[in-house]
């Protein structure tokens, strides 16, 4: 368990990493979750999965089973109740079976590995968690990309468009960040091929080597770049665009990236984002101090950029404006976050 107490140790990077795992496997709708343990670790992370999908307006449950360990399982091992709950989950016919592991099935000696790997007609995939005794949310979640990337076949061609790499599936404004990144490939040209992995089917999932580019959701993100280079051979970027230069930094190396000219798309963003200080030419004069709240972890260097921008003062003196805890994503997410801003400053 990380019980270092740093930001970059909260929110995705804290936690269990059955979580991590079950943010992946949650999100290939045409395959089950199995989670191999006792009934409480399933109900535990379901319900955080669940609360924060109401939170999301998505009013449902993803399938997931649990082999229920008890006593007598512990004791003389889970195997056989982990075959039962995969066939009991095969007879709803999925395209394949995520299996997770906790902390007691680790710690008993269970080979989850060997009970998956027989045939079973579809793929049923060993998704490594070990709960708490695996590491941290964040290394349950690459692990699971880097499992789930075993339903991928290599490509004879690699011109199938960006590959979008490790969204975070439970946090807010996912799908703006990835219209926002659309928008920003779609003025080079260029296409999206797999959200991966964000309900993308089993099918879906299998397009992935075809594309020429990953984009990966965050830097701590580059272990799953680097994997799927060894494998297929793609580059990667390590990041989402972030900040009014780092948007036209991003429009330009994935031009570069993909053999696209860039420089016309480069100057039509640097326009949106005049337009943009003219939207907020209101706030020219106004002074504020930036809040983290205690946990948030500021990037002084693109809030400073923004502010500068509009013509705002940072000052300790100012009205107290809350720090976003993910850096907003491209010149939208800018606009979203001075949105926040003026209504502090208003009201």
């Given at each position: 368990m990380?019980?270092?107490p740093?930001?970059?140790?909260?929110s995705?990077?804290?936690?269990?990493?059955i979580?991590?795992?079950?943010?992946?496997?949650?999100?290939?709708p045409?395959a089950?979750?199995?989670?191999?343990?006792?009934?409480?670790?399933?109900?535990?992370?379901l319900s955080?999965?669940?609360?924060t999908?109401?939170q999301?307006d998505?009013?449902f449950?993803?399938?997931?089973?649990?082999?229920?360990?008890?006593?007598r399982?512990?004791?003389?091992?889970?195997?056989?109740a982990?075959?039962?709950?995969?066939?009991?989950?095969?007879e709803?016919?999925?395209?394949?079976?995520c299996?997770?592991?906790t902390?007691?099935?680790?710690?008993?000696?269970?080979?989850?590995?060997a009970?998956?790997?027989?045939?079973?007609?579809?793929?049923?995939?060993?998704?490594?968690?070990?709960?708490?005794?695996g590491?941290?949310?964040?290394?349950?979640?690459?692990?699971?990309?880097?499992?789930?990337?075993?339903?991928?076949p290599?490509?004879?061609?690699?011109?199938?468009?960006?590959n979008?790499?490790?969204e975070?599936?439970?946090?807010?404004?996912?799908?703006?960040?990835?219209?926002?990144?659309?928008?920003?490939?779609?003025m080079?040209?260029?296409?999206v091929?797999?959200?991966?992995v964000r309900?993308?089917?089993?099918?879906?999932?299998?397009?992935?080597?075809?594309?020429?580019?990953?984009?990966?959701?965050?830097?701590?993100?580059e272990?799953?770049?680097?994997?799927?280079?060894?494998?297929?051979g793609?580059?990667?970027?390590?990041?989402?665009p972030v900040?009014?230069?780092g948007?036209?930094?991003?429009?330009?190396?994935?031009?570069?990236?993909?053999g696209?000219a860039?420089?016309?798309a480069?100057?039509?963003?640097e326009?949106?984002?005049d337009?943009?200080?003219?939207?907020?030419?209101?706030l020219?004069?106004?002074a504020?101090?930036?809040?983290?709240?205690?946990?948030q972890c500021?990037?002084?260097?693109?809030?400073?950029?923004?502010?500068?921008?509009?013509?705002?003062?940072?000052?300790?003196?100012?009205?107290?404006?809350?720090?976003?805890?993910?850096?907003?994503?491209?010149?939208?997410?800018?606009?979203?976050?001075?949105?926040q801003w003026?209504?502090?400053?208003?009201?």
């Amino acid at each position: 368990m990380n019980l270092n107490p740093s930001h970059l140790n909260l929110s995705r990077y804290e936690g269990c990493t059955i979580t991590g795992a079950l943010a992946v496997s949650a999100f290939i709708p045409d395959a089950l979750t199995v989670v191999h343990g006792p009934a409480g670790c399933a109900h535990h992370n379901l319900s955080l999965l669940h609360a924060t999908l109401l939170q999301h307006d998505r009013l449902f449950l993803p399938p997931v089973f649990s082999t229920g360990l008890g006593e007598r399982d512990i004791i003389f091992g889970g195997e056989d109740a982990l075959e039962r709950t995969i066939e009991r989950a095969l007879e709803r016919e999925p395209r394949a079976v995520c299996v997770i592991s906790t902390c007691i099935t680790e710690t008993i000696g269970d080979d989850t590995d060997a009970v998956c790997s027989r045939d079973w007609g579809v793929p049923v995939i060993h998704l490594h968690s070990s709960g708490f005794l695996g590491g941290s949310f964040n290394e349950g979640f690459v692990n699971a990309l880097k499992r789930v990337a075993g339903l991928v076949p290599p490509a004879k061609t690699q011109d199938g468009g960006i590959n979008i790499v490790g969204e975070k599936n439970l946090e807010f404004e996912v799908e703006e960040n990835f219209e926002e990144v659309a928008r920003l490939l779609g003025m080079l040209d260029l296409d999206v091929n797999v959200r991966f992995v964000r309900n993308e089917t089993v099918d879906d999932i299998s397009l992935f080597s075809e594309g020429c580019l990953n984009i990966l959701r965050e830097p701590a993100l580059e272990p799953i770049g680097r994997h799927f280079f060894e494998a297929f051979g793609q580059p990667y970027l390590s990041g989402f665009p972030v900040g009014l230069q780092g948007t036209r930094e991003f429009l330009r190396a994935v031009g570069e990236a993909c053999g696209s000219a860039a420089d016309e798309a480069i100057a039509a963003e640097e326009s949106l984002q005049d337009e943009l200080a003219a939207e907020f030419a209101d706030l020219e004069g106004e002074a504020i101090s930036l809040s983290p709240f205690g946990f948030q972890c500021p990037e002084f260097s693109l809030l400073s950029e923004v502010a500068e921008a509009v013509g705002l003062r940072i000052d300790p003196e100012g009205t107290e404006i809350p720090v976003p805890f993910g850096a907003p994503v491209g010149t939208t997410g800018i606009r979203r976050m001075l949105h926040q801003w003026r209504r502090f400053l208003h009201a």
